[in-house]
Structures are given as C-alpha cells and as structure tokens.
C-alpha cells in the first residue's frame, strides 16, 4: 500500500443515522465533552433552553455552527474533486487510453458542476478556518496528492476511491447533522424577531455588519 493511502483502507468511523439534532441523535465520531467546535457544535446540550437564552448567545451558537459548516463544506469539495480524479483514471483505464490523468484535470474537473454547498456565502460570507489544515483524518485525506495515479496498480486505485468516497459519505452526515443545529438557532431567532421580542432595528445592524 502507498504511503498516505493506509488510513484509506478503514473509513472514517462516522457511520451512524443522523436525525434531528434537537432529540439528541449521537454522530459516531464527534466526542462527548470535546474540545473541538464539531464536538460542541454537535454536542446534546448545545442547543438546550434555547428559548430562555439571550438573543446574543444564540447568535454566537448559530455563528459557530455556520462557521463548522462552512470548513465542512470547503473539506467535501476538496473530497469531491478527488473523486473526480480517481474515477476518471479508472475510466481512463477501463477505456484503454493512454494518456495520463494530469492533462485531462481541467476537463475533468469542469465536467460535473457541483451545487453550491451550505455555509460557502449562502447564510454568512465566512471564509473556511480550516484551509490547508490536516488536523482530522478526513483533511488529511483531502489533502492527498492524486496526480501520480499511473504509477500505483488497478486495486490500490480502487481502493483510493473507495475510501475517499466513504470519507465524503462521512463528512455529509456531519455536515448534514451541523446544518440542523445551525437552523434550529436562525429558526429561534426569526421567532423572537416575529413575536416582537427582538429589536427589528439590530437585525438590520448585523446585516449591515
């Protein structure tokens, strides 16, 4: 097995049903009482007494889960663009081509046009805080060098594409679980804006800022 590649052969462990957030629904892979946002983010008592909390905190709760999702969707586009690589070499291989993959990235990546992601300037204008990090398994795993894939065999090629697929199956679920917190907060805050129990005239502040 190529160096880098070994932590491709056990995905991420992340596998389980993700419901709604507000009943507590444990994501395999985020750690009770952990230090990092996602930990907290989607911890069982992140959102809880919601309705009692003062509209800045919420504020400050629906931020952070914006900003989770907005590394989360940044970290699936990295994952999504090397799964286009990988399975267009397997395509490039099957087809009996010649040419290596390095030429074909621009037409490659062109292709499949992706829907824009939650988090990347549809709720906030946050830019991702994970950029260039390999601190999680699965940035590691986007940050994988996929340009040499001529000189490594059909299975350990197969095999890469499995695992970077299963990594974005992963990094979805999160992703997905993240998005319910971050809408349960704006959900909270339009109520208050709507009952008369916020002032209409920060809302404008804050967009403004």
Not at 44 to 64: C, F, T, V
Not at 69 to 92: F, K, P
Request: aromatic residues 2%; charged residues 35%; without cysteine.
């Amino acid at each position: 097995m190529p160096a880098g590649w070994s932590m491709l052969t056990e995905p991420v462990a992340i596998r389980r049903r993700v419901g709604d957030v507000d009943e507590g629904v444990h994501v395999e892979g985020v750690l009770t009482g952990g230090k990092r946002r996602i930990d907290k983010v989607l911890a069982s008592n992140y959102l809880e007494g919601l309705e009692r909390l003062p509209l800045d905190e919420i504020r400050l709760l629906r931020d952070d889960a914006g900003q989770e999702e907005t590394d989360l969707s940044y970290l699936r586009r990295l994952l999504q663009g090397r799964i286009d690589i990988v399975s267009a070499e397997i395509s490039r291989r099957a087809g009996g081509q010649d040419a290596g993959i390095v030429g074909q990235l621009p037409q490659i990546l062109s292709d499949k046009p992706r829907a824009q992601a939650r988090g990347l300037g549809r709720h906030h204008v946050a830019e991702p805080s994970n950029a260039g990090s390999t601190r999680r398994t699965e940035e590691q795993v986007a940050a994988m060098d996929v340009t040499d894939l001529g000189s490594h065999d059909d299975d350990e090629v197969r095999t890469l594409l499995e695992g970077l697929q299963a990594t974005e199956t992963d990094v979805s679920l999160r992703r997905r679980a993240v998005q319910g917190v971050y809408d349960a907060a704006s959900a909270e805050i339009t109520r208050r804006y709507r009952d008369g129990r916020a002032d209409v005239g920060d809302l404008l502040r804050e967009v403004a800022d």
